[in-house]
């Protein structure tokens, strides 16, 4: 059954089968690299939620999951890079296999911060898996083993991406009609993070 296109979606950029084969792709290059070998995916809430559930199902090496949640400080539509840690992680990492599980790559600035504070917590390895990246967009290097999708640089919605916590339920990925934009579309330069978990 092909479930119908919601009225605020302008165009899909990656339908639910193509989300579910590529998802599955990752997973099995995952598998592959840990082997039998514990990985703990760490999924950025609020975004990865979804990624990391149909990820984690994927993947037959043994798997944990923590949750952290993250904020920007400042504008609340630009990526400033200041992060605020709204939940940290429930047990240490030390010694451990780490897999950072993230939605989307913007600027970078984000998981440039939460690298660098994971990284000082001594894991034994530290990755990071990111559903979509944007192309041309990253102002920092991030160094990102396993990328799902190059996407354009358009604010996109769906499989956990929200604009204003809306539309992270629908099952594929899409562009928002420009209407639907209460301000500017936030597309170019912005990470639309505000104080609530991204
Ligand atoms: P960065 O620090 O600019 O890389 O911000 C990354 C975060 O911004 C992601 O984890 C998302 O929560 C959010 N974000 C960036 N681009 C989009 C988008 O197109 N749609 C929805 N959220 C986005």
Redesign the pocket.
């Known amino acids: 059954m092909t479930a119908s296109i919601h009225e605020d979606v302008e165009r899909v950029i990656l339908t639910e089968e193509r989300i579910r084969e590529r998802v599955a792709e990752l997973g099995a290059a995952i598998s592959a690299d840990y082997g039998d070998e514990p990985v703990l995916l760490i999924a950025?809430l609020?975004?990865?939620a979804l990624f990391v559930a149909d990820l984690a199902r994927t993947i037959s090496s043994p798997v944990e999951i923590d949750f952290m949640a993250v904020s920007?400080y400042g504008s609340s539509t630009k990526?400033s890079?200041v992060?605020r840690i709204l939940k940290d992680l429930d047990e240490g990492i030390e010694g451990r296999h780490v897999l950072v599980v993230?939605?989307?790559?913007?600027?970078?600035?984000?998981?440039?911060?939460l690298l660098k504070n994971l990284a000082s917590r001594k894991p034994r390895s530290l990755e990071v898996v990111t559903l979509?990246s944007?192309q041309g967009?990253?102002?920092v290097p991030?160094d990102c083993k396993y990328v799902g999708f190059d996407?354009p640089d358009?604010?996109?919605?769906g499989y956990g991406?929200?604009?204003d916590e809306r539309y992270r339920n629908l099952p594929y990925i899409g562009v928002l009609k420009p209407e639907v934009y209460t301000d500017q579309p936030?597309?170019v330069g912005?990470?639309?993070?505000g104080d609530g978990y991204?």
């Open positions: 950025v609020r975004g990865a920007s990526s890079g992060v993230e939605d989307i790559l913007d600027t970078g600035l984000t998981l440039k911060y979509l944007k967009k990253q102002r991030i996407v358009e604010f996109v919605v991406l929200d604009y936030p597309s912005t990470s639309a993070q991204s």
